[in-house]
């Protein structure tokens, strides 16, 4: 089966094998030097990664996201999220549970981020501590461009928390120039691991501060990061996940890291574009602003997403339905993960075949 979500991907064999490692105790000295190699290849991902430090939880992305809020969302001043989509107002659902001081800006799920009215709200709340955004927004497959935002947030001296999970290796990401405080990412998306584990690259100096505003004791990065600096864990880590993940960061770096998988994501989103262009199916965003990875697609009104999901699925490929509002109105194609050319020939043949059934 050749996963086409947004996550998790189809596993390389390396990765896979990776998975069947010998047992281990997440306390013991072998797990910690396992733990010390995936935090030190996680901080060399983009070039800037020096002031940064990684932190490695298991759960799924948003337990990342989560504990990131978690730790550097203040208790007392607001953060203000910026949403363009379902993980946008997941944050902003995530902080309502954390009783935190919150304002979301709403836009709409095809907006793209207008900086001068996050201006306007930061003028309006002058004590806005954190502003919180998704770098690419998986609802729609929108790549946030965030370089102005992140400007405006250096500017005012309010710090930028990013959900990067879905982008995270496979997008540039420029810390040294965007400054975030932090950012959320996970094993299973662009990196190419197996789902369980999640990680936060946050600027080392909070974290040195021993500050952290967890309103929860499992969510605290601070914990993590006082003991991950020697490789333990606090609580019991997915050991075997964790291994697959070394091999998927070792893979990665190999195969030369996040610019060559943003080509290779690219390269195939352009030739699904194409396809699918030619049988009158248009992405529901223009494709210049579409992440290298994901794209979502106006269904056509003669076509039923379940009918096209399940006939794809007959042939080996799982695709992705629209979320909320767009259930049924789109449908998306991710391109991470072990996908070879022959499959993707497969797949050309596959949505031919099953659009020119449709438009018959
Ligand atoms: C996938 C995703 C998440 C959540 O990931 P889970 O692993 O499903 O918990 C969060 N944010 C974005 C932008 C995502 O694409």
Known sequence: MILLNPGPVTLTPRVRQALNCDDMCHREPEFAALTLDVLRALEAVYDGGGEYAAVMLSGSGTCAVEAMLS????????????????????????????????????????????????????????DTANVAVVHNETTTGRLNDLGALAALCEKRRVGLLIDAVSSFGGEALPLAVWKPLAVAGTANKCLHGAPGVSFVLARRDALDSGASHSTTLYLDLSTYYREQLKGWSPFTQAVHVVSALRAALNEFKDEGGWAARNRLYTQRSTRVRRVLADA?????????????????????????????????????????????????????????????????????????????????
């Open 71 to 126: 730790t550097f969302a203040s208790k007392t001043a607001p953060t203000l999220v910026v949403c363009n989509g379902v993980y946008g107002e997941r944050m902003a659902a995530m902080l309502a549970r954390q009783d935190k001081p919150a304002a979301s800006l709403k836009l709409g799920w095809t907006d793209a981020i207008d900086v001068t009215l996050v201006e306007k709200n930061l003028d309006a709340n002058p």
């Open 280 to 360: 009158g199916i248009e992405t529901m965003i223009p494709a210049a602003v579409c992440s290298s990875m994901l794209t979502a697609f106006t269904l056509p009104q003669d076509a039923d997403y379940v009918a096209l999901h399940d006939s794809l699925k007959d042939q080996g490929f799982v695709i992705y339905a629209g979320q909320g509002a767009l259930a049924g109105r789109v449908f998306r194609i991710a391109t991470m993960g072990d996908i070879g050319d022959a499959d993707l020939d497969r797949l050309a043949d596959a949505l031919k075949a099953f659009f020119t059934r449709a438009h018959a």
